[in-house]
Every structure is written in C-alpha cells, then in structure tokens.
C-alpha cells in the first residue's frame, strides 16, 4: 500500500530508529515501560483519552513525538507511536491486575475477547515473567 506524499511507495517507510525501544529512547521514555513485566498496547489509530492523562507530559515531549511523526505519511515512527499510546495514556496496571492479565493471557476468555475485535486490537507487550 502507498500514500500519497510518496507517490504510491513507501520507500520513506523505515525510520533512523533500530526499533520501538530506540523511538522511545530519543523520546526519553524507555524507563516508563520498563517499570512493568506489562506494558498496554493498542494495535489501532483509534483511541480515546482524558485530557488530564495528556497533561501529565511536559509540552517539550508531545512537540518531538510531533517532530518524529511529521517525517512523510505512513512510517514506521508512527506504527510505534501506536502501540505506545495505551502505555503512555492509560492508566497503570496494579500488580494483581498485570498478574490477572498473564493468567488470562492462555486461556479461552482471551481468545473469545481476541475474536471479538476486528480492525483494532487490544493487548499487551509483556516481558520474560520466569
């Protein structure tokens, strides 16, 4: 697929960045996600957010997460962008519901949830927890 600053290709896609953790390096938000074996996700565009959860970052931040995505249409930069929102966004897990999130992640419920939803997906990146 291809967008149309490029003129149909995307060979603008790939970033000067190894990898999300890089991306979130130059943003000075590594330490943020690693403070938990689980860190939220959304695999989608779409997103809601309280606009006092926006403010607990300094201006300063949200103008280089601006700077990253204003690169061309369709980049990679922005595919991480996406699956940090919830982790930068949303509310923190507590211990016991990170724990309850990794029982569940094996078992039915989750793969009835997972079935349930089409073009956005919902989730978690989680670390080696053994």
Not at 31 to 58: T, W
Not at 62 to 78: C, H, P
């Amino acid at each position: 697929v291809g967008n149309k600053r490029t003129g149909g290709n995307d060979k603008n896609f790939k970033s000067p960045y190894d990898n999300l953790g890089a991306w979130l390096d130059m943003l000075n938000m590594t330490k943020l996600f690693s403070s938990s074996p689980l860190v939220q996700v959304c695999y989608g565009a779409n997103f809601a957010v309280e606009a006092s959860r926006i403010k607990l970052y300094p201006p300063t931040f949200w103008t280089a997460v601006e700077k990253s995505l204003a690169r061309d249409d369709n980049i990679e930069e922005g595919h991480f962008a996406e699956r940090s929102w919830a982790g930068l966004l949303a509310r923190r897990l507590s211990d016991r519901e990170a724990l309850a999130v990794y029982r569940k992640s094996t078992s039915s419920v989750y793969e009835k949830l997972s079935s349930c939803v089409k073009h956005n997906y919902i989730g978690v990146l989680m670390a080696d927890m053994e």
